[in-house]
């Protein structure tokens, strides 16, 4: 049995990997990201109201709407929870025991395995179809034109802003380096749809996947990454991105050489879980937004 | 910061159908994720026990009903949703007021405040809830809610956004 949504949203963490490694960004997007938690707390803060009563009665319509399978929530959250695989390998109690002291990354060598670059294209390319899928689901498409539509899903903010970096960051940069758009999209481009198959993130997800077989997922995955890369591209050059200078805010809480980036990524990977803590948080969000209107 | 400045228009459009055919035909099944336990309050539930009633109207219907944006303003669509559509207003970037039309036939509660309101605004009767939102019902039925984002973003001003929708083409709306 899944959790209510006011539960997710009470138990997200205040400190955790997940969250040092998005503050770590803050370079990126200074003061763009508050770590919202709470029921309570969340729906105060995006309504602007005071009155309990009226807190009650939007948060009521939140949890109805999310609870109703045919609005969508329910999928979007399956989403973001699934594509993130975080704590299955290092385990999540063992990090936790971490919290306020450096993680050594020496210490988790013999448990961390560098994706391939094949592995972690398609897993980039994952997180951006998910993005999209999942926008559709919680939003669904705004407005009566493409301009609309592109005008909605360009309008991102705070934690889907967040979200965003963190993926051109610690699933672009660090593990594939200063060039990885064009280096994604050439790898993307020799994909067959045999290779997508056998990848165990599509396995999970592909039923969600707009396409009636692998080609037209594949043909899916690649026009989404064709539509997002123009950003990718401008969101590193105008940020003067670079690896080094992501790896460098990541010291403050992990201890890595800087020759070890590929094991950072993974460590990263395995020990984080920005799309499930952030995908919380936007679909609360939404759904608040939702209520507060219709009540 | 922006994703539209650099989306092609030809491939979004096959990216939009795409997702578009995948809402209609896809569903929301997914077989993977239990129910979460209904605990949700009565009081806010249309008859039939969704969230939603089956007989809503779509929310694509509520958009042309919007006003449009200009005069430094920008209007950006936020949701569309069964029975529901939302749009933010921007001013230099920044967010100041959600513009919504909804259809209260789910929502019954929403449509009762405006019973015992004197006040009307273009005609429709008008309730102030809370300290951010002003709303009218019209036609017994669709309630247009302007809701402020910004301190700068006064009463006044949610009323007379509210008055800058189509209301007597949403009127007609069946």
Same mark, same amino acid.
Request: charged share 25%.
């Given at each position: ?14 400190k ?12 990126v ?13 969340t729906?105060?803060t995006?309504?602007g ?10 948060g009521?319509?939140?949890?109805a ?5 045919s ?18 390998a ?7 025991n971490?919290?306020g ?13 560098p994706k ?6 398609i ?8 993005e ?15 301009g609309?539509f592109?005008?909605?899903l360009g309008d991102?903010?705070?934690e889907?802003l ?7 960051c ?9 060039d ?9 481009g020799m ?8 990848n ?21 995955m ?9 950003w ?27 020759d070890?980036l590929d094991?950072?990524a993974?460590?990263?990977d395995?020990?984080?879980?920005y799309?499930?803590?952030t ?9 608040i937004?939702?209520?507060l209107?219709?009540? | ?15 939009a ?15 993977q994720?239990?129910?979460p ?8 539930q249309?008859a ?11 929310g694509?219907?509520f958009?042309?009903?919007? *006003? ?8 950006v669509?936020t %949701?569309e ?5 939302? $749009?933010? !207003? @921007?001013r ?11 259809d ?5 509660i ?6 015992n309101?004197?006040?009307t605004?273009?005609g ?12 009218i019902?019209?036609?017994d ?9 910004? *301190?700068d ?7 007379a956004?509210? %008055? ?6 949403? $009127?007609q !709306? @069946?």
């Amino acid at each position: 049995m899944s959790k209510p949504i006011n539960q997710r949203v009470d138990e997200l963490p205040t400190k955790n990997v997940t969250i040092f490694s998005l503050r770590s960004l803050d370079f990126v997007l200074p003061d763009k990201w508050e770590n919202l938690v709470g029921w309570d707390n969340t729906i105060r803060t995006i309504t602007g109201e005071t009155d309990d009563s009226l807190i009650q009665l939007v948060g009521d319509r939140a949890i109805a709407l999310y609870n109703d399978k045919s609005q969508g929530y329910q999928t979007a959250l399956w989403l973001y929870d699934t594509i993130d695989s975080a704590g299955s390998a290092l385990g999540t109690a063992a990090l936790a025991n971490k919290v306020g002291e450096k993680v050594p990354l020496l210490g988790f060598l013999n448990k961390l395995t560098p994706k391939a670059d094949k592995a972690q294209t398609i897993d980039l390319t994952l997180k951006l179809v998910v993005e999209i899928v999942a926008f559709c689901k919680i939003n669904g498409i705004p407005g009566d034109s493409i301009g609309d539509f592109v005008r909605s899903l360009g309008d991102y903010s705070g934690e889907s802003l967040m979200r965003m970096a963190a993926l051109v960051c610690f699933d672009g940069l660090i593990p594939l380096g200063p060039d990885f758009v064009q280096a994604v999209g050439e790898r993307l481009g020799m994909l067959s749809p045999s290779e997508l198959e056998d990848n165990q993130e599509f396995k999970k997800i592909k039923d969600e996947i707009p396409g009636k077989n692998a080609e037209h997922k594949l043909g899916f995955m690649g026009e989404s990454f064709e539509s997002v890369r123009g950003w990718m591209s401008e969101f590193v050059s105008s940020h003067d991105l670079t690896p080094q200078k992501v790896s460098n805010r990541l010291q403050s809480f992990i201890e890595f050489s800087d020759d070890r980036l590929d094991y950072l990524a993974a460590f990263l990977d395995m020990s984080t879980d920005y799309y499930r803590h952030t995908g919380v948080q936007t679909l609360a969000r939404r759904l608040i937004e939702r209520s507060l209107a219709e009540i | 910061m922006n994703f539209s400045a650099s989306f092609a228009a030809p491939r979004k459009l096959f990216v939009a159908f795409l997702l578009a055919m995948m809402l209609v035909v896809g569903g929301c099944r997914n077989p993977q994720t239990p129910a979460p336990p209904s605990e949700t309050s009565q009081q806010v539930q249309p008859a039939e026990g969704g969230a939603v009633a089956s007989d809503a109207v779509p929310g694509s219907a509520f958009n042309k009903f919007f *006003p449009a944006g200009g005069d430094g303003y920008e209007r950006v669509y936020t %949701q569309e949703k069964t029975g529901f559509a939302e $749009a933010k !207003l @921007k001013r230099d970037g920044q967010d100041i007021a959600m513009l919504a039309i909804s259809d209260t036939i789910s929502t019954p509660i929403a449509a009762q405040k405006f019973q015992n309101s004197q006040a009307t605004i273009a005609g429709y009767p008008a309730v102030t809830v809370g300290n951010t939102q002003t709303a009218i019902l019209v036609a017994d039925r669709f309630q247009v809610k302007v809701i402020s984002r910004s *301190p700068d973003f006064t009463e006044a001003d949610r009323e007379a956004w509210i %008055q800058r929708f189509d209301l007597s083409g949403l $009127a007609q !709306l @069946k």
